[in-house]
């Protein structure tokens, strides 16, 4: 069994599963029982080496990518456990996928990103600069690209279908979406998950300046709310190296930096605002790449990858 052989779409077949949906990084299966009959209460997540930068999906993948997403959501449900349950069921998956894919529990995904931010970059940056707040949390003045928020701030987007883009969401539209409760819940889990977060990786020389996390619940609505689908990983957060945080500039980014570089430098002949596809990656950019992300890796958790 190898993953290749009767690719569809750029997901593997697997014997025993029905190929679901494919988001931008995973692909989800359902379960087929010995007697045909799909299971309706979990799900398989697969991990690919799917890279995107820019918006565009870069060709070729990323060797191991996957696989170091799946492993270090593993690592980090574990450390978050007793702030929130998460929707892992095991790790016996087919050979297939193995290291890189999970069975977890099929949730309902509650219609919002929550996104929590710990320093001020990127979206929150340009929003603070237009009117000093960031989805209506009053900040002090003279923040920079950078700067550490006095706390994490929480701040919801839309969850937009493939190929399109999230928008911020006001606290009300929160609220009207999933009710004061629960968008309270969600708000207060998603700080308290990236507060966690960086007392963790800050100890191991990483600032995590952002993350984003997706929960869900049981179909019958029992239960409460379940950390879903990865969680603090390269791909869902902004991680800096924290020996060389210096606000005041845009920060060197781990994971997609060598990525981004070589798009904008003059090697690629690339232009962003030509509207083309990029062209392939050469060998070393994937390659620093592919190291990029073991390091995170190895840096969190301390194994080695
Ligand atoms: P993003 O870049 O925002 O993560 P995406 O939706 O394309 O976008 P993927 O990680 O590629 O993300 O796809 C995973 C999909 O699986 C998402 O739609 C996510 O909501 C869904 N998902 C994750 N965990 C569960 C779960 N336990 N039950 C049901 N759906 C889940
Ligand atoms: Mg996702």
């Keep these: 069994e190898s993953?290749?052989?009767?690719?569809?779409?750029?997901?593997?077949?697997?014997?025993?599963?029905?190929?679901?949906?494919?988001?931008?990084?995973?692909?989800?299966y359902v379960p087929i029982g010995d007697d045909g009959v799909e299971a309706d209460d979990r799900l398989l997540l697969v991990a690919s080496n799917r890279l995107s930068a820019y918006d565009w999906m870069m060709s070729p993948e990323i060797p191991d990518k996957g696989e170091v997403l799946t492993r270090l959501s593993l690592w980090w449900f574990d450390q978050l456990a007793d702030l929130?349950?998460?929707?892992?069921?095991?790790?016996?998956?087919?050979?297939?996928?193995?290291?890189?894919a999970v069975v977890v529990r099929r949730l309902e995904m509650l219609k919002v990103e929550a996104i929590a931010r710990a320093y001020l970059t990127g979206g929150g940056l340009e929003e603070y600069e237009r009117g000093g707040s960031v989805s209506g949390v009053v900040l002090p003045e003279g923040l920079v690209d950078g700067s550490r928020l006095p706390s994490p701030v929480f701040t919801p987007t839309t969850k937009a279908p493939v190929g399109e883009h999230d928008l911020p969401m006001a606290p009300d539209e929160v609220e009207a979406e999933l009710g004061a409760d629960v968008a309270a819940e969600v708000s207060r889990l998603t700080r308290a998950i990236l507060a966690r977060g960086n007392?963790?990786?800050?100890?191991?020389?990483?600032?995590?300046?952002?993350?984003?996390?997706?929960?869900?619940?049981?179909?019958?609505?029992?239960?409460?709310?379940?950390?879903?689908d990865e969680?603090?990983?390269?791909?869902?957060?902004?991680f800096w190296p924290a020996e060389l945080w210096e606000p005041g500039h845009p920060q060197p980014s781990f994971d997609k930096q060598f990525v981004r570089e070589w798009l904008t430098s003059a090697e690629s002949g690339w232009s962003r605002s030509s509207g083309e596809a990029p062209p392939e990656l050469p060998a070393h950019v994937v390659e620093q790449t592919r190291a990029k992300y073991v390091e995170a890796y190895e840096r969190l958790t301390?194994?080695?990858f």
């Design 84 to 100: 929130v349950p998460n929707h892992v069921v095991s790790t016996d998956v087919p050979d297939a996928v193995a290291g890189r």
């Design 3 to 28: 993953v290749g052989v009767g690719e569809a779409g750029g997901s593997p077949v697997l014997d025993g599963y029905r190929h679901m949906y494919s988001g931008k990084v995973r692909d989800l």
């Design 302 to 304: 301390g194994e080695t």
């Design 231 to 238: 969680v603090l990983t390269p791909d869902s957060s902004r």
């Design 199 to 228: 007392e963790i990786a800050g100890e191991r020389g990483i600032l995590i300046a952002d993350t984003k996390v997706e929960f869900g619940v049981a179909p019958d609505g029992s239960g409460g709310l379940v950390l879903a």
